[in-house]
């Protein structure tokens, strides 16, 4: 079944640490992203690529870092320079990003907690 | 300025009733898409309905329909005869040149 996956499900940090969360794909996508959500907010981008080997800031980069080696994978790194990192992570991708008619498929999240 | 609106923030109904969640947009651009997606408690983003902003055409999918109003900028969506299932954080979003998202509307469906 194609689809997106996103491991671990559950992530717990100790502050200073740097810790990447993982995004695979198999839906053939060229773009992916990368979301952050926050109890009671909307989503809000984090990165994003568009093919492999590039990648954009969204609207809340700082403290984050991203990979795209592979068409499949769109790691993020959250570093100890996020100042409030714990929050909900979703990960996305779509057939491309300029289409502004193609609809995003999520993966099932990672919830990262900074203990 | 939030370019996707949502003034309810959360919604209780008991099963069978209709719910209709409110959605106001603002973008420059003529060409744009609108998308509504489903959040339930395990938490992955569930794409439900989409809209071109040159099709005003209302319809109506299974229980799901939707009315979309260019002159208002608005993108309001309808769940009839709700269920227990839909129990879900409802968002609307905008597709100019990026994909925006409004703040949710938690929906509860009581038994």
């Known amino acids: 079944d194609g689809g997106i996956t996103q491991s671990p499900k559950y992530l717990f940090r100790k502050e200073g640490q740097n810790v990447t969360l993982s995004c695979e794909q198999n839906?053939?996508?060229?773009?992916m992203y990368w979301y952050r959500q926050d109890p009671g907010q909307g989503l809000r981008l984090i990165y994003y690529?568009?093919?492999?080997?590039?990648?954009q800031k969204g609207d809340i980069a700082e403290g984050y870092s991203v990979s795209r080696e592979k068409k499949e994978s769109f790691p993020l790194t959250v570093t100890s320079a996020q100042k409030n990192p714990t929050a909900f992570y979703l990960c996305?991708?779509?057939?491309?990003?300029?289409?502004?008619?193609?609809?995003?498929?999520f993966g099932p999240g990672t919830r990262l907690t900074v203990l | 300025a939030q370019k996707v609106t949502q003034a309810q923030t959360e919604i209780s109904v008991v099963e069978k009733e209709d719910v209709t969640l409110d959605c106001v947009y603002e973008?420059?651009?003529?060409?744009?898409?609108l998308f509504w997606y489903k959040q339930p408690p395990s938490g992955e983003l569930v794409f439900l309905i989409r809209r071109n902003s040159f099709d005003e055409q209302n319809e109506i999918s299974g229980r799901y329909s939707w009315n979309f109003q260019k002159s208002t900028s608005s993108f309001n969506f309808t769940i009839t005869a709700s269920q227990v299932v839909d129990s879900a954080v409802y968002f609307c979003a905008l597709n100019d040149y990026k994909l925006s998202f409004g703040a949710g509307t938690t929906v509860t469906v009581r038994a």
């Open positions: 996305a991708s779509s057939r491309e990003t300029g289409g502004v008619n193609n609809e995003q498929f």
């Open positions: 690529s568009q093919i492999v080997n590039d990648f």
């Open positions: 973008t420059r651009d003529t060409t744009y898409y």
């Open positions: 839906l053939n996508h060229d773009a």
